[in-house]
């Protein structure tokens, strides 16, 4: 019996969080590993929204803002638990979507890309300069989740970083089973109808602003959850989480691997966050490599590299 290509994507996923650790060479890795996994679950979210919904935006940096920060403010001031911050946080950016998305979404191509950039730099503002309740530039401590004083307690001693990994796979292993089965649904087809076009959507009778702002407020959930682990594993959270570049970083993620597959975005957040990690020894070229190779990809594997080197493996099968 042949598994249906979600079960086939997920179980490939599985396969490979569980296989990675079996060659890394030290406890470093198991960071950067925590690091891939934590942009794989900002990027699937733009997997929903780019992929499969056809909207486009430069400022989803912002709700991942919102997200770490939620985790430092909200123990402190609301004294909320670490945990429920981060449910917290991605409510937070939830509303925050839906208030903002029903005007903005009315818009098309580089106004709406302009206008989510405007949000973006907004957030990203208001963390730098309000000082006083967010540290300003210099950051804010994150409160810590208690997760590895809770697994001593059960007698198990497991290292920060290796926490993380399985934590961060555990998050976004299911992030990627929801959009999985959102590709398939009736409303993962009214998406993918408006990507389309919106007028022959609309014709059918798709509620095209409905699943548009639906698509933008689920994306905004997955990059501030994606923000709360970063701020929990680094214990040290700063307004560049909220910044242009990380937008810019989230949308470069999903393009380069394949904005239309869940598992092509994660490849393409694994190769732009290791690839700094192994360009050290070239740090004055890093980022003419990594343009380079963005370019190379662009012209030859205009679908993304996942999904291009597939159809060419299909290609070669067939023939």
């Not at 934590?167 to 299911?174: C, H, N, P």
Request: contains cysteine; hydrophobic residues 55%.
């Amino acid at each position: 019996m042949q598994l249906k290509p979600k079960y086939l994507s997920l179980l490939i996923l599985v396969l490979l969080v569980a296989a990675a650790p079996l060659f890394f060479p030290s406890g470093f890795y198991y960071r950067v590993g925590a690091l891939i996994f934590i942009n794989g679950i900002a990027v699937t979210g733009m997997v929903i929204l780019i992929g499969y919904a056809g909207q486009i935006s430069l400022g989803h940096a912002g709700f991942a803002g919102i997200g770490a920060y939620s985790c430092a403010l909200a123990p402190v001031y609301l004294n909320i638990p670490p945990v429920a911050a981060i449910a917290f946080g991605a409510a937070l950016s939830a509303a925050l979507a839906w208030v903002v998305g029903r005007p903005i979404l009315k818009l098309h191509g580089y106004y709406l890309g302009v206008a989510t950039l405007g949000l973006g730099i907004l957030i990203s503002m208001v963390l730098s300069n309000e000082a006083q309740w967010t540290g300003g530039p210099d950051g804010i401590a994150v409160p810590d989740l208690g997760l590895r004083g809770l697994l001593r307690d059960m007698g198990l001693r497991i290292g920060a970083g290796e926490l993380w990994y399985w934590v961060a796979a555990l998050v976004m292993i299911l992030g990627a089973w929801l959009a999985l089965n959102l590709f398939d649904s009736p409303t993962g087809r009214a998406l993918r109808a408006l990507h389309g076009s919106e007028v022959a959507a609309r014709t059918i009778g798709i509620d095209v602003p409905r699943h548009k702002l639906h698509a933008f407020v689920v994306s905004a959930i997955y990059a501030s959850v994606s923000g709360s682990l970063l701020a929990q594993m680094n214990r040290l959270i700063t307004p560049d989480v909220a910044g242009f570049m990380h937008s810019v970083q989230m949308v470069t993620m999903a393009v380069l691997g394949g904005v239309s597959s869940v598992l092509g975005a994660i490849f393409g957040a694994t190769i732009l966050t290791a690839l700094p990690q192994l360009l050290t020894v070239f740090h004055q070229y890093e980022h003419m490599v990594l343009g380079l190779v963005m370019i190379l990809v662009m012209i030859f594997l205009p679908d993304g590299l996942l999904p291009s080197i597939l159809k060419r493996l299909k290609g070669r099968n067939e023939e």
